[in-house]
């Protein structure tokens, strides 16, 4: 299958981004490649670009793009950013330590993915419910958490991740439908949504099953923790003046990215009560975007799915 991808907002991200001759970046969302090739063209041979990606596809399609473009700064690696610091002292092995000028962040789907009939992230066509973006890891399925989790699990699951209404009724018809059968496919957990949600709330802009798909897909792939996990090593590796750019697509993501960028553009942390800082907590970004920043409406007339995305960039001070 042909890996397509469109990066969302990449005027814009290269606006804040600012790359020039010489620098040094990295892409700790691969996905087609887009901000990736956008930079390594304006950093040139003296910059480098590291490149990181969970999927196979993603890597796969990078590698023949900087083959076709004889591209000669971007190193890839397939990994998961979680481990961001390890993938850095692996490929700058020498040296001191390297600081970067910029990161970038694009948290959401890949067209690819979306499209892959091997995997169940959409629900238009009937699919094995494989969420898993590392496809052939070996880790547990979207299918295993559906089928081997409880009641209470799966309604907190669906609640929490997914910010269903219907959380407990959708939990409810899962539990009562594995008692006679298996969950194995896109489209069985799709019925059993829109048998467990009211048919007058059947009708909004977005499809029932949407949150729900959402909600284990996040699970899956343990999202929400990886970006916690990922935020202070991308700090850390921040030279100063270095910014770092992130584009969520999803309320869950960008809570995250806006309370980390609080807190860390922030001396004092402690509570307003006491008399003076015992803390010692220094700010070390400054927030450049006072509000998030969203696609035109040419970007989404041209690309939906970009209708939901978030920006947020900072600066390492």
């Known amino acids: 299958m042909e890996y397509s991808h469109v990066s969302v907002m990449l005027n814009e991200v290269m606006e804040y981004l600012r790359p020039e001759e010489g620098q040094y970046f ?4 691969l996905g087609g490649a887009g901000y990736a090739m956008a930079i390594s063209e304006r950093i ?16 796969l399609n990078a590698q023949k793009q900087i083959e076709k473009n004889k591209y000669k700064n971007i190193i890839l690696e397939h990994d998961n950013f979680k481990n961001l610091s390890q993938i850095i002292k692996k490929n700058f092995p020498s040296g001191g330590p390297v600081h970067f000028h910029g990161i970038v962040f694009d948290l959401g789907l890949s067209g690819a993915q979306l499209q892959d009939e091997d995997r169940g992230f959409a629900f238009s066509k009937d699919s094995p ?22 009641e209470g699990d799966l309604r907190q699951l669906i609640r929490n991740y997914g910010e269903e209404k219907f959380a407990a009724s959708i939990a409810r018809h899962i539990i009562q439908y594995r008692k006679s059968k298996t969950i194995t496919t896109t489209r069985q957990l799709v019925e059993i949504i829109l048998s467990a949600i ?7 802009n977005i499809h029932p099953a949407t949150r729900t798909f959402q909600a284990f897909r996040i699970a899956t792939n343990k999202e929400l923790q990886n970006l916690e996990e990922v935020l202070p090593q991308a700090l850390t590796v921040l030279q100063k003046g270095g910014r ?8 869950l993501e960008d809570r995250i990215v806006k309370l980390f960028f609080k807190k860390e553009s922030t001396d004092c942390l402690c509570p307003p009560s006491f008399p003076k800082c015992i803390c010692g907590h220094k700010a070390s970004l400054k927030i450049i975007t006072k509000k998030i920043i969203t696609p035109t409406e040419e970007e989404i007339r041209m690309n939906p799915r970009s209708r939901s995305a978030k920006l947020r960039v900072a600066e390492r001070v």
């Open 26 to 29: 990295i892409d700790c969302t």
């Open 44 to 59: 040139g041979e003296g910059g480098k670009i590291l490149a990181i990606d969970m999927d196979p596809m993603a890597i």
């Open 129 to 150: 419910l494989d969420m898993d973006f590392d496809k052939g890891s070996g880790a547990k399925t979207t299918e295993h958490l559906v089928n081997n989790s409880d």
């Open 198 to 204: 009211p048919k007058r709330f059947q009708h909004g």
């Open 244 to 251: 770092l750019a992130i584009v969520s697509f999803h309320s």
